[in-house]
C-alpha cells in the first residue's frame, strides 16, 4: 500500500477505535464476550456435526444445498446458476473473496456489482484492495474517493460525503433493477433451524437478498446450533467492528418466499426469492480443525488489525486476500500451502500478541505464527533476512 492510504486507513482506524472504546468494557460486553467464546468452541469442536444437522435443517426448509471442498467447486457451482445472467448483485463477503469469486465471474462475462459502498469503490479502483473486513475502503481518502468516481463515471464528483454516497448509491439501485440473481455471505448459521443470519447497515442485503434467486456463500466454520447463538456471535462482532451494540439490520433467511394467507395453504414465490441456494465452503478449513481449529474461533470483526503495529505500516500485504493480518496468515496455511503462508507475511509479525489482547474470543494468533515459523524452517522456508544473519554469525561472528 502507498503511504498515503496507510496514513488515511490509520486516520480511519483511530476513528473506529475511539467510536468503539465507550462501550467495549462494558459489562453487558463482558458477558456477551464470555457467551460467544463458549458458543465458538462449542462450534468448532462440533463442526461436522452441526454441518450435518445444518444441512438437514436447510433442505427441509426448501433451501438447495451445495457443499464445496474446493474453490473451484463453489466457484463452478455458482456459475452454474449464473451462467446466463449478464449481471449479479452481490453484497461484501470475505469469504468470496477468498476464493476470487467476483473476478471469476466477471472472467465468464457476468458483471458482478457490489452493492457494499467500500466494495464498491474499491472495485472501481483498479488499484485498490480491501483494508478492512468490514471497512474495505478504510485506505482511500475522501479526494482519493472523488477521483475513483469521477474516473468511472465520466462527470467530476465533488468531495464530498454525502455527494459520494448518493453517486454510488444511484448507481447501485440502477444496476440491481437489472439483476435477478443476488449472492451474499453469512454471518453465522443457525444448524438446528436452518437459517442464515446476515447483519448489515446499509440494507444492500435486504434488496441482494430479494432478487429472484438468492444464493449465499458461507464456511462451514460459520455454523452455530441456534438463532440466539447466531444472534449472540453477530451483536458482539458489530460491537467490535463498528462501536454498536446492534446493527441497523439483522436478516434471517431459513426458506425462499411463501406465505399461508389464503386458508393455511402454503404458497411458495410470494415477494422474496423463489430460490435460495446455500453453497457450504471447506476449502481447508476441516485440515484447520484437525490441527486444533483455534484460527477458526475468529467472528470476523477485524479488532485485531486496527491495533497490530504491522498492520499500521504495511497495510493489507499482511495477510491473505480478504482475510487480513496475522489471522489471514494462519488460515492461508490451511487454505493453500507453507509457500502462501510466507508469502502472506509469515515473517511479518512481531509476536508483540496485541492481536489477542484486542481479539474479542482470544484467538492466539502470535502463538500460532510461532508454531508455523517453526514449521517453515524444518520444511527450509525460512526467511531470507535470517538466513543472512545466520550466515554472517557463522562466519563472522557477528549479526552485522
Known amino acids: 500500500m502507498k503511504q498515503s492510504e496507510i496514513k488515511a486507513m490509520n486516520r480511519s482506524f483511530g476513528i473506529l477505535d475511539g467510536?468503539?472504546?465507550n462501550i467495549l468494557h462494558s459489562k453487558r460486553t463482558e458477558e456477551l464476550k464470555e457467551r460467544v467464546n463458549q458458543i465458538?468452541?462449542?462450534?468448532?469442536?462440533?463442526?461436522?456435526?452441526?454441518?450435518?444437522?445444518?444441512i438437514e435443517k436447510l433442505e427441509e426448509n426448501g433451501v438447495e444445498v451445495v457443499t464445496a471442498d474446493k474453490p473451484e467447486d463453489a466457484l463452478e457451482a455458482i456459475y452454474s446458476i449464473v451462467h446466463d445472467q449478464s449481471i449479479v448483485a452481490k453484497s461484501k463477503s470475505n469469504t468470496a473473496g477468498e476464493i476470487g469469486l467476483t473476478e471469476f465471474l466477471e472472467f465468464k462475462g457476468v458483471s458482478v456489482i457490489e452493492t457494499d459502498l467500500g466494495d464498491r469503490i474499491v472495485q472501481l479502483d483498479p488499484n485498490s484492495r480491501p483494508s478492512h473486513p468490514i471497512g474495505p475502503a478504510s485506505h482511500l481518502r475522501m479526494d482519493d474517493i472523488a477521483v475513483i468516481l469521477s474516473n468511472h463515471y465520466g462527470v467530476d464528483?465533488?468531495?464530498?460525503?454525502?455527494?459520494?454516497?448518493?453517486?454510488?448509491?444511484?448507481?447501485?439501485?440502477?444496476?440491481?433493477?437489472?439483476?435477478?440473481?443476488?449472492?451474499?455471505?453469512?454471518?453465522s448459521v443457525a444448524a438446528d433451524d436452518g437459517s442464515i443470519v446476515t447483519v448489515h447497515n446499509e440494507g444492500n442485503i435486504s434488496l441482494v437478498s430479494m432478487l429472484d434467486?438468492?444464493?449465499?456463500?458461507?464456511?462451514?466454520?460459520?455454523?452455530?446450533?441456534?438463532?440466539?447463538?447466531?444472534?449472540?456471535?453477530?451483536?458482539?462482532?458489530?460491537?467490535?467492528?463498528?462501536?454498536?451494540?446492534?446493527?441497523a439490520y439483522m436478516n434471517i433467511i431459513s426458506s425462499p418466499s411463501k406465505t399461508a394467507d389464503i386458508e393455511q395453504i402454503l404458497l411458495k414465490n410470494m415477494y422474496g426469492s423463489r430460490r435460495v441456494v446455500v453453497v457450504l465452503l471447506d476449502n481447508g478449513r476441516r485440515k484447520a480443525v484437525e490441527e486444533g481449529g483455534e484460527c477458526l474461533l475468529c467472528i470476523g470483526c477485524g479488532s485485531c488489525i486496527v491495533t497490530c503495529p504491522i498492520y499500521n505500516v504495511v497495510g493489507n500485504d499482511f495477510g491473505y486476500r480478504r482475510h487480513l493480518g496475522g489471522r489471514g496468515v494462519v488460515l492461508s496455511s490451511f487454505i493453500d500451502d507453507e509457500k502462501t503462508c510466507k508469502d502472506s507475511g509469515l515473517y511479518l509479525c512481531t509476536m508483540c500478541g496485541q492481536c489477542t489482547?484486542?481479539?474479542?474470543?482470544?484467538?492466539?494468533?502470535?502463538?500460532?505464527?510461532?508454531?508455523?515459523?517453526?514449521?517453515?524452517?524444518?520444511?527450509?522456508?525460512?526467511?531470507?533476512?535470517?538466513?543472512?544473519?545466520r550466515e554472517n554469525i557463522k562466519k563472522k561472528g557477528s549479526p552485522f
Open 19 to 21: 467510536r468503539k472504546s
Open 40 to 54: 465458538r468452541k462449542f462450534s468448532i469442536d462440533n463442526m461436522e456435526e452441526l454441518v450435518s444437522r445444518g
Open 157 to 187: 464528483v465533488e468531495p464530498e460525503p454525502r455527494t459520494i454516497l448518493n453517486t454510488v448509491k444511484d448507481d447501485v439501485v440502477k444496476n440491481i433493477s437489472k439483476c435477478s440473481v443476488g449472492i451474499t455471505g453469512a454471518n
Open 213 to 247: 434467486t438468492h444464493i449465499i456463500l458461507v464456511g462451514i466454520d460459520k455454523f452455530v446450533e441456534t438463532i440466539e447463538d447466531a444472534v449472540s456471535v453477530v451483536k458482539l462482532e458489530t460491537i467490535y467492528a463498528s462501536g454498536k451494540t446492534v446493527p
Open 357 to 389: 489482547y484486542e481479539c474479542p474470543v482470544g484467538v492466539k494468533t502470535s502463538e500460532l505464527i510461532k508454531k508455523l515459523r517453526n514449521d517453515a524452517v524444518i520444511m527450509g522456508l525460512a526467511c531470507d533476512e535470517h538466513r543472512i544473519i
